[in-house]
């Protein structure tokens, strides 16, 4: 920040005159929603868990070239699909869109 004359100028975005009580409110859930989805999203039991879902998916990948006439294949696909986009969104929500320019 830049100083004029003898005072200090800073942005008006980090001054809470408390006019927006509702939204500060608002903002204090949602960090503590982002703070508990990141602990959920670094736990090791959530890593471990999508780590096997990728085997499992690569086990069903391999079944269904050899038993492609299983109804079974197309919702299990969908299913997978599912879980790896929550897991994708969930990445964005915790880290950002910078974590996939790096």
């Given at each position: 920040e830049k100083g004029v004359g003898e005072?200090?100028?800073l942005p008006t975005d980090d001054f809470d005159f408390g006019l927006n009580k509702e939204e500060n409110h608002a903002e204090?859930?949602?960090?503590s929603n982002i703070k508990?989805?990141?602990q959920v999203?670094?736990?090791?039991?959530?890593?471990?868990?999508?780590?096997?879902?990728?085997?499992g998916?690569?086990?069903?990948?391999g079944l269904e070239t050899d038993l492609p006439t299983w109804d079974i294949w197309d919702p299990l696909e969908r299913a997978f699909l599912l879980v790896f986009v929550i897991e994708l969104l969930m990445k964005i929500q915790v880290q950002g869109?910078?974590?996939?320019?790096?």
């Open positions: 005072y200090k100028v204090e859930g949602a960090d508990w989805l990141e999203y670094e736990h090791w039991a959530f890593s471990t868990f999508m780590n096997l879902l990728i085997v998916n690569s086990v069903v990948m869109l910078q974590v996939f320019y790096v």
